[in-house]
């Protein structure tokens, strides 16, 4: 709480600067000695991650403009159901606050989803989380997520009439994902259920920016706030450096992520964090060690090290990732008592 109120003011102060030749580098300074110092203190080494990300697949159905799927060269696929099983058994030994069932890529191309959320409930996961496009959530779908169990997912729709969603979420369409979506609320009444909760994402760009109102006018008589739903308004990310959204200054803050977060690929490759698309740098394998393996290996104990002295010349994602910096362009408005944008990776 208190870190994101002085994430705000400074992400604030920094807009209304950005362009003055002598305040600005003393706000890099401060920034640098101040805020990422503070948030250096609150780096705690702990024995298991708090949250693993397990992708189920990097398939996708879709082609959305502010994705850098172009560009990624590994293979596409679905990660065995024994290797996830194996996995969800370790995590089940700690105290996991949540396992997403997604990393890069559309999960409900995933036929064994259900399964897999069952396995996960079934071993006593506390929170299953997933984030879908929706354009493949049939009505049958919907059914069998809600009865599997999913505690929680979230629905990228970024358009508010089929012009703006079908130039941004190229391939998939907007009356269809719609209608998949009014679906699901009146399917889940029907069960009587109170999960999954759900958060539907708006991502203003300059083809839809102008349509945000329509956006809350659309979705906000679907949801149910008093299970949880919400409406978030999400920003551009460079993608580690998969796309250039924003001016990269110079690093000024530890990256978070490696504290807090595992991301395991589909075919068991472990690597720093969702911007690692395409596995660039690999951190281990969890076909060949465990999760706590890797977790507390040397390997990744020297990128925190490395992390903490903003010494981020090795990894190719990070020297291109704009959330360790606060460029000039990334002041992105938050939609207060509606649900705020993650700053994921940001700390
Ligand atoms: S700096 Fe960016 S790319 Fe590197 S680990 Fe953090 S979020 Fe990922």
């Avoid at 640098?32 to 697949?57: D, Q, R």
């Avoid at 990310?237 to 992520?257: E, Q, T, V, W």
Wanted: proline share 3%.
């Amino acid at each position: 709480m208190i870190k994101s109120i002085i994430k705000n003011t400074i992400l604030k102060t920094y807009a209304k600067m950005e362009n003055h030749p002598l305040i600005q580098p003393l706000l890099d300074y401060s920034i640098k000695y101040g805020y990422n110092l503070y948030c250096k203190s609150k780096l705690k080494a702990i024995e298991f991650p708090s949250e693993v990300w397990i992708e189920n697949t990097n398939h996708c159905n879709a082609d959305c403009v502010m994705c850098p799927r172009e560009s990624m060269t590994r293979k596409c696929g679905f990660m065995p159901l024994g290797l996830y099983e194996k996995l969800i058994r370790e995590i089940s030994r700690y105290n996991v606050k949540r396992v997403h069932l997604h990393n890069f890529g559309e999960p409900l191309l995933d036929k064994e989803l259900p399964d897999r959320i069952k396995i996960a409930k079934n071993h006593g996961i506390k929170h299953t989380f997933l984030v879908t496009n929706g354009s493949l959530l049939f009505p049958d779908v919907s059914a069998s997520l809600i009865k599997a169990g999913l505690d929680e997912f979230k629905i990228s729709f970024y358009g508010t009439d089929s012009k703006t969603y079908n130039e941004t979420m190229r391939g998939l369409d907007f009356e269809k994902t719609l209608q998949n979506i009014r679906i699901f609320f009146k399917i889940r009444r029907e069960l009587n259920s109170s999960t999954p909760k759900i958060t539907i994402r708006y991502l203003p760009q300059k083809s839809n920016k102008e349509k945000t109102g329509d956006f809350f006018k659309i979705f906000r008589p679907m949801i149910n706030k008093h299970i949880g739903d919400k409406l978030e308004i999400y920003r551009l990310h460079n993608y580690g450096g998969g796309k250039d959204y924003y001016d990269l200054g110079r690093a000024l803050m530890a990256c978070g992520y490696l504290w807090n977060i595992m991301v395991i690929l589909y075919d068991g490759k472990v690597v720093k964090c969702c911007m690692d698309y395409d596995g660039t740098h690999a951190v281990g394998d969890v076909n060949k060690s465990s999760i706590r393996e890797i977790w507390n290996s040397d390997e990744l104990n020297k990128v925190r090290e490395d992390f903490k002295r903003l010494n981020y010349k090795e990894y190719a994602t990070c020297i291109k990732c704009d959330e360790i910096r606060f460029s000039k362009k990334r002041h992105n408005k938050r939609v207060s008592g509606i649900g705020s944008a993650p700053a994921f990776g940001i700390l």
